[in-house]
Nanobody, 125 residues
Framework: QVQLVESGGGLVQAGDSLRLSCAAS????????LAWFRQTPAKEREFVAA????????YYADSVKGRFTISRDNAKNTVYLQMNSLKPEDTAVYYC??????????????????WGQGTQVTVSS
């Protein structure tokens, strides 16, 4: 089992920045991928960003490209999501997810076996 614990959410104003953290523990895999998804009550869970544990590959949704940056600290088993120039439409619960393989579609929720409990991000206008 893999346990994922998110932190760093909160209430900010449009244009502000926020950094989310996801601490991973438990079983490890030799090649795996960590990702961030987000969800609002009105929409399905959507892909935000992903990174391979090697850090060699990163992926972003078009809606956050240029504003969000995903990174990881292997020594701390932690992945981060730096969110800049936040917009009200970024308001959502943000979830960390882990896929034990790299050979599945990066943007699909079904590709991820493990999920965190989520952290709320609210951006006011």
């Amino acid at each position: 089992q893999v346990q994922l614990v998110e932190s760093g959410g909160g209430l900010v104003q449009a244009g502000d920045s926020l950094r989310l953290s996801c601490a991973a523990s438990g079983r490890t895999f030799s090649n795996y991928r960590l990702a961030w998804f987000r969800q609002t009550p009105a929409k399905e869970r959507e892909f935000v960003a992903a990174i391979t544990w090697s850090g060699l590959s990163t992926y972003y949704a078009d809606s956050v490209k240029g504003r969000f940056t995903i990174s990881r600290d292997n020594a701390k088993n932690t992945v981060y999501l730096q969110m800049n120039s936040l917009k009200p439409e970024d308001t959502a619960v943000y979830y960390c997810a882990c896929s034990p393989t790299l050979y599945t579609p990066v943007e699909r929720t079904a590709s991820y076996n493990y999920w965190g409990q989520g952290t709320q991000v609210t951006v006011s206008s």
